[in-house]
């Protein structure tokens, strides 16, 4: 197979979640992550999962991974039913969970080594390529403790992508970053999936970092976790997080959600932070 061969885009995945529940059971108490929680997201399409802490926007990113099973409702992947995890759908974490003794480029080539059809030296170039797109060119053979938090990430998605999957997991990759460092990103992945053109699901807390990268934004309240509202952001891209217009659609989002939560008791910082734009 050829650099060129593995390099062509899959077409990316349809997504469909149909009254999807989950729910968790403790010697205290029964949680209701998740309330019949439907959704469509389209081939191709850049979904930003918003709300506060326990609303079950991650667990609902696990279960589309398949690392986690709904009990009740399902999800499918074009047409088929996610049953575990795949090469189709890729995850990013908080964390970049790189393996520390591997460089740079050998973390990016671990995903690729049970990829049928290439052999040790097309890995190689195709891990090299990733790491030129997420611009750690000059940096493949850096040893992940000589990275700065921010490249670590770079590589983590360099890793995610390598494998060319169909659709993109994103679990607030960019929240513990320094917030130039995170304004560096959110260019570089709007550029990234403009060219690579997946199916991407972002969990954020950040209600800006949604409105800055999604073509939509789904808007979750907790307890249980349900969607409550969906906004189509029709800003022209490539976006700036300080703009002005961004701004005005990050504050409309923001004022839904407080409507939502206003008989809830979840803490005023969420607020105060999704207006700063600040992830939590």
């Known amino acids: ?3 060129q061969a593995e390099l062509i885009n899959e077409a990316p995945s349809k997504l469909s979640v149909s009254r999807v529940s989950k729910i968790f059971t403790t010697k205290r108490q029964i949680v209701r992550a998740l309330d019949g929680v439907s ?3 389209g081939e191709g399409e850049f979904v930003c999962l918003v709300g506060p802490s326990g609303c079950g926007k991650s667990t609902l990113l696990n279960i ?3 690392l986690d099973f ?8 074009d047409g088929h039913p996610v049953t575990g995890p795949g090469r189709d759908r890729m995850m990013m974490f908080q964390e970049s969970a790189l393996f520390p003794w591997l460089d740079a480029l050998d973390n990016v080539m671990f995903g690729l080594r049970l990829k049928p059809g290439l052999t040790n030296p097309e890995r190689r170039e195709v891990a090299k390529y990733y790491l030129h797109l997420v611009g750690l060119e000059k940096f493949w053979r850096a040893n992940i403790h000589e ?3 921010g490249m670590k990430q770079r590589v983590a998605l360099a890793r995610a992508l390598a494998p060319n999957p169909k659709v993109l997991l994103m679990d607030e ?3 513990a970053l320094d917030a130039f460092t995170r304004e560096q990103l959110y260019g570089d992945i709007q550029r990234i999936w403009e060219q690579r053109k997946k199916t991407i699901v972002f969990v954020t807390h950040n209600v800006r970092e949604a409105v800055c990268l999604g073509d939509r934004v789904v808007l979750f309240s907790p307890h249980p976790g349900r969607i409550r509202q969906e906004f189509r952001i029709e800003l022209p891209r490539s976006r700036d997080i300080t703009s002005l217009p961004l701004a005005e659609k990050a504050q409309e989002i923001t ?7 206003k008989d809830s008791a979840v803490s005023a910082d969420f607020f105060a932070d999704a207006k700063r734009g600040v992830a939590r």
């Open 1 to 3: 197979m050829t650099l």
């Open 39 to 41: 959704l469509e997201i």
């Open 64 to 66: 589309i991974a398949g």
């Open 70 to 77: 709904a009990d009740e409702g399902e999800v499918l992947a």
């Open 147 to 149: 990275l700065s938090g």
């Open 173 to 175: 990759p960019f929240a």
């Open 255 to 261: 004022n839904a959600l407080k409507a939502y939560m």
